[in-house]
């Protein structure tokens, strides 16, 4: 297998390349931030890419922002996460990235060789691997919709079907002015911050059309002849 790691810290980037190495796997590249990444995916086209979340420059999540920047290129490029934190949103995001083999996996839980290079084979193919923790997180974790009233969600179903302003406050009977203070409600109760509202618009969309997935009854909320 043709491996490229990314991972700032010295010695466990030299660890891995030891570890594959003796496992027979070929490391073609291995490096410390999360452009030099993509330029190693691009020149390479490795089976797998092994991540770090926090590196340089801010160690903030460059990591995750890499694995989104390869998805975009290669929605089915197969990627392992390595993090020192579990983040629920983060693996929860990277499950629904794309449709390649993923991996989500704790630092300080890859202590069996067997089952990290199992699971290095499992995400090569295309499978899943998240570690039991995370999944624990993603379990207990709030929806991001549980803060939005009633009304919020009926304005964020027809939303999500695509009506404009106009259209909303004409079904709900409304003002379009209450139409525009529920939307930039919604926008801050999802955390969505200053970018362009078309961006911001087809977020908060998205985040409704995954939540709506999980709900006992598929059906938006009803919105004909209801009063503010």
Known sequence: MRIVIAEDAALIREGLKSLLHAAGHVVVAAVENGDDLLDAVRTHAPDVSIL????????????????????LINPREPI?????????????????????????????????????????????????????????????????LDDLTPREIEVLALMAEGRTNTAI?????????????????????????????????????LTYLRQRQSWSDPSPPQTKNRRN
């Not at 770090?52 to 998805?71: F, K, S, W």
Request: charged share 25%; net charge positive.
């Open 52 to 71: 770090d979340v926090r590196m340089p420059p801010t160690y903030a999540d460059e990591g995750i922002q890499a694995a989104h920047a390869l998805r």
């Open 169 to 205: 406050a004409r079904a709900l009977v409304v003002s379009d002015a209450a139409v525009a203070k529920h939307i930039n409600r919604i926008f801050a109760k999802l955390g969505l911050g200053a970018d362009e509202t078309s961006h911001k618009r087809v977020r908060a969309v």
């Open 80 to 144: 392992l996460v390595l993090s020192q934190i579990v983040s629920g949103r983060a693996a929860a995001d990277l499950l629904s990235s794309g449709d390649g083999g993923i991996g989500y996996l704790l630092k300080d839980r890859v202590g069996n060789v067997e089952e990290f290079l199992s699971a290095l084979d499992t995400i090569a193919d295309g499978g899943q691997v998240i570690d039991p923790q995370v999944v624990r997180t993603l379990l207990r974790r709030r929806s991001l």
